[in-house]
């Protein structure tokens, strides 16, 4: 297909589509994955995007695209910002692919559901079917979606877990007659897809060493089970919503003025949004990568350390001194620094894992149990109630967690948040404010928290100007 075959949008072309699914762990990631990557095979300039808040698809949806996959999320980003920042990101794209987030209408209520991000966005929606023990059945299954919201425009059904051609048949037969709706695809049950699993899903891309041969191996093999002319003629009845004008603030930039952000990017560290570093870059911050296996710490004014896995890599984090003593010797003399999860556990003293103990960075007086099961995992809502350098009394911050490990804090500690809805450190705070040290489990998105990105930045120049 030529690229210029798409939707006319404006002066462009552009269509897009919505991978969900009747239930959670279906398929719908190796799915949106190896369509992304077959359909940029062919040519085309795809954007993807990931429904919720999740971290970990979208790395390997960014690998398929070859372009940053952005987060759609309406508990985290105002329905105005999401729509903007949704059109922002097609820009140059040809074709837009999201991935949903569990069964289509499930979520943490009817407005946080896939199917509120496909009516809000006008999206096409591909319904991915487990056929398993399965034939007429499933005319019965998807009609009753078609219905349960009939402004849901799901315009096509892919059939997964398919035991052979007969079988096949029966269900194409039956979703074509009941239904009014074409089979797109049909992935046999035998088809060995997969990308490796860890406890909070998906392994990250980051850790994969053949994450780009695994992504196009998945394309490979997709290619024989999609009717990609379909695929492509669902996606063209897409039309773009036209979000009202939202006014963003820029910050002036004076030339030999620019503050320097570390950020510690790596195989272990690497849960950031991408809109968090856009919104620093806004403000006027250098960002600085920073590898926590391998480096010592280059000349900065504050650092971001995001979430991850650390306790895979606890014998290489600890290996590395040179940067654990660099950090300590920063964060004593006043380096701001902001950090989630994982980085509230790498600037503790001690994580325990497995019956063993490794040194970390120290500069948080407190220890760190990995667990085996989920301690934290879901939206949080928390109210500010200590004074602290990034956001006033009494703001209320939407965010999320995923962590499985506890921390023991010791005296001397105070907390920036109240938590009203999650669990945070304890169940009831999170955000620990020592020196000048803003560490949560709470992740946050610079779209929804607008404040922060301006905040981190102002505090590392007047911090920055006076360490130097």
Same mark, same amino acid.
């Given at each position: 297909?030529?690229?210029?075959?798409?939707?006319?949008?404006?002066?462009?072309?552009?269509?897009?589509?919505?991978?969900s699914s009747t239930q959670g762990h279906s398929g719908k990631t190796i799915v949106a994955v190896g369509l992304c990557k077959l359909l940029t095979q062919r040519g085309l300039l795809i954007q993807p995007f990931k429904k919720g808040p999740d971290y970990i698809d979208p790395s390997w949806l960014t690998i398929a695209a070859g372009r940053s996959c952005r987060n759609l999320d309406l508990f985290l980003v105002? #329905?105005? %910002?999401?729509?903007?920042?949704? @059109? +922002?990101?097609?820009?140059?794209?040809?074709?837009?692919?999201?991935?949903?987030?569990?069964?289509l209408y499930d979520g943490l209520d009817a407005q946080g559901t896939t199917a509120e991000i496909a009516r809000l966005l006008k999206i096409p929606v591909v319904l991915l079917v487990n056929t398993s023990r399965m034939t007429s059945s499933i005319a019965a299954m998807v009609m009753g979606y078609q219905h349960f919201q009939p402004e849901t425009n799901i315009a096509g059904v892919l059939l997964n877990y398919v035991s052979g051609s007969r079988h096949e048949s029966k269900l194409r037969n039956a979703v074509e007659k009941y239904c009014k709706i074409p089979v797109v695809g049909s992935i046999p049950r035998d088809a060995n897809l997969y990308i490796a699993e860890r406890h909070l899903g998906l392994i990250p891309s980051r850790e994969s060493n053949d994450a780009d041969q695994?992504?196009?191996?998945?394309?490979? #093999?997709? %290619?024989?089970?999609?009717?990609? @002319? +379909?695929i492509l003629s669902i996606s063209k009845r897409f039309r773009m919503p036209s979000p009202?004008?939202?006014?963003?603030?820029?910050?002036?930039?004076?030339?030999?003025?620019?503050?320097?952000?570390?950020?510690?990017?790596?195989?272990?560290?690497?849960f950031y949004y991408p809109e968090n570093f856009e919104g620093l870059r806004q403000w006027g911050a250098d960002l600085v990568f920073i590898n926590s296996l391998q480096d010592r710490l280059p000349q900065i004014d504050g650092l971001y350390v995001g979430g991850g896995f650390p306790e895979f890599f606890l014998e290489k984090l600890e290996k590395n001194k040179e940067l654990r003593q660099d950090l300590w010797k920063a964060i004593d003399q006043g380096l701001p620094v902001y950090a989630e999860c994982a980085g509230l556990m790498y600037l503790s003293q001690k994580i325990h894992w497995q019956g063993r103990s490794y040194e970390m960075v120290g500069a948080i007086p407190a220890e760190v149990q990995v667990s085996e099961?989920?301690?934290?995992?879901?939206?949080?809502?928390?109210?500010?109630?200590?004074?602290?350098?990034?956001?006033?009394?009494?703001?209320?911050?939407?965010?999320?967690?995923?962590?499985?490990?506890?921390?023991?804090?010791?005296?001397?500690?105070?907390?920036?948040?109240?938590?009203?809805?999650?669990?945070?450190?304890?169940g009831q705070k999170d955000g620990v404010l020592y020196k000048n040290i803003f560490a949560a489990y709470t992740h946050l998105h610079a779209l929804g928290t607008p404040s922060w990105a301006e905040a981190f930045v102002s505090l590392a120049a007047k911090e920055g100007k006076f360490r130097r």
């Amino acid at each position: 297909m030529a690229r210029g075959d798409h939707l006319v949008h404006g002066d462009r072309t552009f269509g897009c589509l919505l991978i969900s699914s009747t239930q959670g762990h279906s398929g719908k990631t190796i799915v949106a994955v190896g369509l992304c990557k077959l359909l940029t095979q062919r040519g085309l300039l795809i954007q993807p995007f990931k429904k919720g808040p999740d971290y970990i698809d979208p790395s390997w949806l960014t690998i398929a695209a070859g372009r940053s996959c952005r987060n759609l999320d309406l508990f985290l980003v105002p #329905k105005e %910002k999401l729509i903007q920042t949704f @059109e +922002q990101a097609c820009e140059k794209a040809d074709l837009a692919i999201v991935e949903g987030a569990m069964g289509l209408y499930d979520g943490l209520d009817a407005q946080g559901t896939t199917a509120e991000i496909a009516r809000l966005l006008k999206i096409p929606v591909v319904l991915l079917v487990n056929t398993s023990r399965m034939t007429s059945s499933i005319a019965a299954m998807v009609m009753g979606y078609q219905h349960f919201q009939p402004e849901t425009n799901i315009a096509g059904v892919l059939l997964n877990y398919v035991s052979g051609s007969r079988h096949e048949s029966k269900l194409r037969n039956a979703v074509e007659k009941y239904c009014k709706i074409p089979v797109v695809g049909s992935i046999p049950r035998d088809a060995n897809l997969y990308i490796a699993e860890r406890h909070l899903g998906l392994i990250p891309s980051r850790e994969s060493n053949d994450a780009d041969q695994s992504v196009k191996r998945l394309g490979e #093999k997709l %290619k024989s089970y999609f009717d990609v @002319e +379909q695929i492509l003629s669902i996606s063209k009845r897409f039309r773009m919503p036209s979000p009202s004008p939202i006014p963003v603030k820029e910050k002036e930039r004076k030339e030999g003025t620019q503050v320097k952000i570390g950020v510690i990017f790596d195989q272990v560290f690497n849960f950031y949004y991408p809109e968090n570093f856009e919104g620093l870059r806004q403000w006027g911050a250098d960002l600085v990568f920073i590898n926590s296996l391998q480096d010592r710490l280059p000349q900065i004014d504050g650092l971001y350390v995001g979430g991850g896995f650390p306790e895979f890599f606890l014998e290489k984090l600890e290996k590395n001194k040179e940067l654990r003593q660099d950090l300590w010797k920063a964060i004593d003399q006043g380096l701001p620094v902001y950090a989630e999860c994982a980085g509230l556990m790498y600037l503790s003293q001690k994580i325990h894992w497995q019956g063993r103990s490794y040194e970390m960075v120290g500069a948080i007086p407190a220890e760190v149990q990995v667990s085996e099961k989920p301690e934290g995992h879901g939206y949080v809502m928390a109210e500010v109630m200590n004074e602290n350098p990034l956001f006033p009394i009494g703001l209320t911050i939407r965010g999320h967690e995923f962590h499985h490990s506890k921390v023991s804090i010791k005296k001397g500690v105070k907390f920036a948040y109240q938590v009203r809805r999650g669990h945070g450190i304890d169940g009831q705070k999170d955000g620990v404010l020592y020196k000048n040290i803003f560490a949560a489990y709470t992740h946050l998105h610079a779209l929804g928290t607008p404040s922060w990105a301006e905040a981190f930045v102002s505090l590392a120049a007047k911090e920055g100007k006076f360490r130097r």
